[in-house]
Every structure is written in C-alpha cells, then in structure tokens.
C-alpha cells in the first residue's frame, strides 16, 4: 500500500484534519480495522507524521482547532442493514487536540487492541505503542524528527523488542520531492516510495506518489490535481502496468470540508460514492458509501464528548 493512498478518519474534519489514518506499512493492525475499510480509507489507526513544512502546519492547524473545541473523545461506529450500531474505535484526546489513546474493536464490538501515543515537548508523536486488552504489548513504533519537526525515521519492534521493520525519509528540495525507504527485519528493502511536491518542499502539495518494490519495478503510481483553491480535485490510480485503475472524484462544502468523494473506474463508470455529514461544531458526524445505484454498502456514524 502507499502512504497517504487509502484513509480513515475517526472524527474531527476529514479534508483537512490530522486526524486521518494512513497506512504506516509496518504492523499488522490493518487486519483488526479491515472490517470498515471504504474504498479510499484507510486498514490501520496510525497518523502519518509530517514529512513537510506545509504538512506540519496544517496537522498543527487541526490540533489547534480541536483544542479550541474542547474535544475530549471521538467514537466511530459501524452500522450495518438491520441498524445495529458496533463501535470501531474509541479515541482519547489530551488537552492539546492530540490522540492520546486509540481504543480497537473487531467486527463483534470486543476491545481488540489499544494504541497509546505519546508527545515530545514540542508536540512531535514519539512513541506509539500497540497493546492487547490485557496490557500486553503488540508492537511498537518509535519515531525521529529533524529540527523542523518533520518525519525524518521510524523503527518498529514487535512483541519482543526485536526490530521488525524501519521507515526512513530523504529530503530531495532539488527535484521537490521526499524519498522514503522501508526495511524489513533483517535490513533488507523491501520497497520505496517517492512522494513529488508540485510547490516545493516548504508550501507544495503532494501532487505525486510513486511506489516501486526492493527490485526497482513500479507497483502503483497515485497523481493528485488541485482546483484554483488548493483544494484537491481528483486523485488518479495507476497500477504495476501503468495502466489506470480508478480515479476519485472530490468535492467540498463551504467550510472547504468533503462533502463527497465519487470512485470513477477506467471504464469511466461510477463505483461508488462516499457522502459526508457534519455537526454543528462543523466536525464530521456521518459517512455513507452508496454503490453505482445509489444503494447504501458502508454506513459510519461519529459520536464526540467535549470537554466543559
């Protein structure tokens, strides 16, 4: 999977907020979360930390924002044909607007996993640490940041503190682009990704993403284009054989917050379309998926508690 490719969102705005899960490819919690798993969402409950100056101010932006709500928890739940509401994950925020605890549940509704996250001094996440319900650890992720706060390495460790895996990103300014490489285990590669950057490093936007594996052959290749106000209009999925797969179609309310995202194949058929609701704090509250004909396949629904 490539990193920004497929999202989640537990709460909080889910166009611009940090609150988007991304696919970090080192554990194994996509497979606790791939029961509510949309089209363009994501199979894991990780933050994707900032690999750019633009993409640490808006993580920065959002905290804020959250703070200034008083946010103090976010549940998401899944609601299927008979309207039998099942909580996916439960989310605990400090009094900065930051996850502190992610609670996980399966398919059944039964705490699966918990995530705890911790901050250094100057709001950077440092540490995520996966364990069962019984406090044992499943696997953890340290993480390293240049002096701009920016994503620089992350190493994993599973249940026994062996090193399962590592995350390390290149800053190239002169072809504006992030170079980020993943090693497996034993240090070997396993693949890399390169994420191009269509205003420079300091004020672009991520405009490309490509993926090749350990042997240098293309496994996808993801192109993003922006409408006159930065805001990104469509996001085009090529596959290992350069051939389009699909494309998303995204459109914003007033607040510059989705309001749809339509999945278009290389047929140019509709596939699906992902409808979003928001509360009166302008948080979103819902998320539909409806098929090609209009029939509801997915169905999510967010509860908040704020602080007094």
Not at 177 to 205: C, F, P, R, S, W
Not at 230 to 252: A, E, M, P
Not at 269 to 291: E, I, M, P, S
Request: charged residues 25%; negative net charge; proline residues 2%.
């Amino acid at each position: 999977m490539v990193l920004d490719h497929f999202k989640i969102t537990i709460g909080i705005n889910s166009a611009k907020s940090p609150y988007i899960y991304t696919i970090i490819p080192i554990d194994m919690k996509k497979l606790i979360l791939l029961v509510f798993t949309f089209s363009f969402l994501a199979a894991n409950a990780h933050i994707e930390p900032p690999k750019t100056k633009k993409e640490k101010a808006n993580a920065e932006a959002n905290y804020a924002r959250a703070k200034a709500a008083c946010i103090k928890e976010s549940i998401l739940y899944s609601i299927s044909s008979e309207n039998k509401e099942t909580k996916v994950i439960h989310a605990f925020f400090d009094e900065e607007g930051r996850e502190k605890t992610l609670m996980l549940y399966d398919k059944m509704g039964e705490l699966s996993s918990i995530v705890a996250q911790t901050y250094d001094k100057h709001g950077n996440l440092v540490l995520d640490a996966d364990r069962t319900p019984k406090g044992i650890m499943q696997e953890m992720n340290i993480l390293h940041y240049d002096d701009d706060g920016l994503i620089w390495n992350i190493i994993s460790y599973d249940s026994a503190w062996n090193i399962s895996g590592s995350l390390s990103y290149e800053m190239m300014p002169e072809t504006n682009e992030v170079y980020l490489t993943k090693n497996n285990d034993m240090h070997a590669l396993q693949y890399t990704i390169t994420y191009h950057y269509n205003k420079g490093l300091d004020e672009g936007d991520c405009s490309g993403i490509v993926q090749t594996d350990a042997d240098g052959k293309l496994m996808i290749r993801v192109e993003n284009l922006f409408d006159d106000n930065g805001q990104r209009s469509r996001k085009i999925v090529y596959g290992n054989d350069g051939s389009l797969n699909f494309t998303y179609h995204y459109t914003y309310n007033e607040s510059g917050d989705f309001s749809e995202i339509r999945k278009i194949g290389s047929d140019g058929n509709l596939q699906r379309t992902d409808v979003y609701k928001y509360n009166d704090k302008g948080f979103v509250n819902a998320v539909k998926v409806l098929d090609a004909e209009g029939k509801v396949i997915a169905n999510r629904r967010y509860d908040y508690v704020f602080r007094d």
